[in-house]
């Protein structure tokens, strides 16, 4: 049978004599030829957004080039301008560097101050994954996103490693990836402006040290903390080619950003490395990335294509959201952390984002990158099995047979053998 549009194949499954064959649709990523951007355009776009988030700081926006450099390739890929992805080195650069930056803000100071709290963000970071498997188990019941799919789509942390997995465990990697990537948008759009409401409602709860604000500085130097700008970039160079190494070779979920972060972590608590945190113009460089990186996954052709499952899916992202803001209130109660701090923490998803909020809005960045950090762990792990567990109790409590798709068509053909789409 001739192939139907670009994403999608159909395959002929056999069926009884006398009766035409019934299709079984298989769900392919698109293979669109369309030509890669080059080094020079890209170079253009990430200076735009650098430039858009100068302006933005200029005019007081929050995290400004983390929002800048995020509507600016969402605006790109709308207008059909940018059809690819960040190129994968700057990806991996950025990813790396976050990395790197989140673990030299796990000081033995931040760790000691956050172990009083230890059990309650254990508790927070388990209502959050239960928070998301209830929204994901209603979103399923709807019938028209799969239950692997809604478990994946909705679980905070590790939207790549996530996506990557989708696969493997029976689920649409395209609607896993729009929902993750959504909800990271949406995360990263609304965290900075819901932080800095809250920061200038409440400006005692400001103050901790958070290695400056959103601007470049006075000039392009300092690029890292220390004295020795030399020695500190060679000593960052040196974490995040480790880490990145170290982190594929040990298969830490989400290597590229885990590995640094775990090498970072452990050159901070040893007290010996002269520091190596990127700041000024370099920090602002790696927000525009991570910006861009998110910005331009948002589409024509996607938001096309999932039009009609908009509504639903971003019905079950408020309804996270607004749950682990409740978490937030109810975890700075209990443990007296400012309420714009345990937001941060609890947000669900877009650890890079939220940790470029944190910075510019001058949070207590180490509270919120072992919290996220911690979450970003426990899903990664866990998630997996909890797809394989509940994927078939949810799909017999429902009465449709089959268990990962939900959504998936599903036929019977005469050896009795399932097979899905």
């Known amino acids: ?64 080039y983390l929002l800048s450099s995020l509507l600016t ?98 689920a649409d990697v395209r609607l896993v990836a729009f929902t993750q990537y959504l909800r990271v948008g949406l995360v990263a759009t609304a965290a900075p402006l819901a932080a800095h409401w809250m920061t200038s409602a409440s400006p005692a709860t ?29 000593t960052l160079a040196a974490i995040t080619l480790a880490g990145s190494w170290a982190g594929r070779r040990l298969r830490v979920p989400t290597p590229l950003l885990m590995g640094p972060m775990l090498v970072a972590l452990a050159a901070t608590l040893s007290g010996v490395v002269p520091g190596f945190a990127p700041v000024g113009v370099l920090r602002n460089i790696v927000f525009v990335l991570v910006g861009l990186d998110v910005g331009v996954r948002f589409t ?7 039009r009609r499952l908009l509504p639903p899916i971003l019905i079950c992202m408020a309804a996270v959201c607004l749950g682990c803001a409740g978490l937030a209130w109810v975890f700075a109660g209990v443990t007296g952390t400012p309420f714009n701090d345990a937001y941060l923490a609890t947000t669900p998803g877009g650890i890079n984002a939220v940790l470029a909020t944190a910075v510019s809005s001058h949070a207590d960045v180490a509270l919120v ?12 792990l866990a998630t997996p099995l909890i797809v394989r567990l509940l994927a078939p109790r949810w799909a017999g409590s429902a009465g449709v047979p089959g268990g990962g798709g939900g959504g998936r068509q599903v036929i019977r053909p005469p050896g009795g053998a399932l097979r899905r789409d």
């Open 1 to 64: 049978m001739a192939p139907t549009s670009a994403p999608w194949r159909t395959d002929e499954c056999p069926s009884p004599a006398g009766t035409a064959p019934e299709p079984v649709q298989h769900l392919r990523e698109p293979t669109l030829s369309r030509p890669a951007a080059s080094a020079g355009l890209w170079a253009l776009i990430i200076a735009g957004g650098y430039a858009a988030g100068l302006a933005a700081d200029a005019f007081g926006v929050p995290a400004p």
């Open 300 to 306: 024509r052709r996607t938001l096309l294509r999932m």
């Open 73 to 170: 390739g969402a605006v790109l890929a709308l207008c059909g301008l940018v059809r690819d992805r960040l190129p994968a080195p700057a990806n991996r650069a950025s990813q790396a560097l976050v990395g790197a930056l989140m673990g030299s803000y796990l000081t033995p100071a931040a760790l000691v101050s956050a172990a009083p709290v230890a059990l309650p963000l254990t508790a927070v970071t388990a209502a959050t994954i239960g928070l998301s498997l209830a929204v994901a188990w209603l979103l399923a019941r709807g019938g028209r996103v799969g239950r692997s799919s809604a478990v994946l789509g909705m679980v905070p942390g590790g939207s790549a490693a996530i996506v990557t997995c989708a696969d493997e465990l029976n």
């Open 206 to 234: 400001g103050g901790h040290p958070a290695a400056g604000g959103g601007g470049a500085g006075s000039g392009l130097l300092p690029l890292v903390a220390g004295s020795d700008q030399l020695t500190g970039l060679a």
């Open 369 to 380: 990158s072992t919290v996220q950090s911690l979450r970003l762990l426990v899903v990664l």
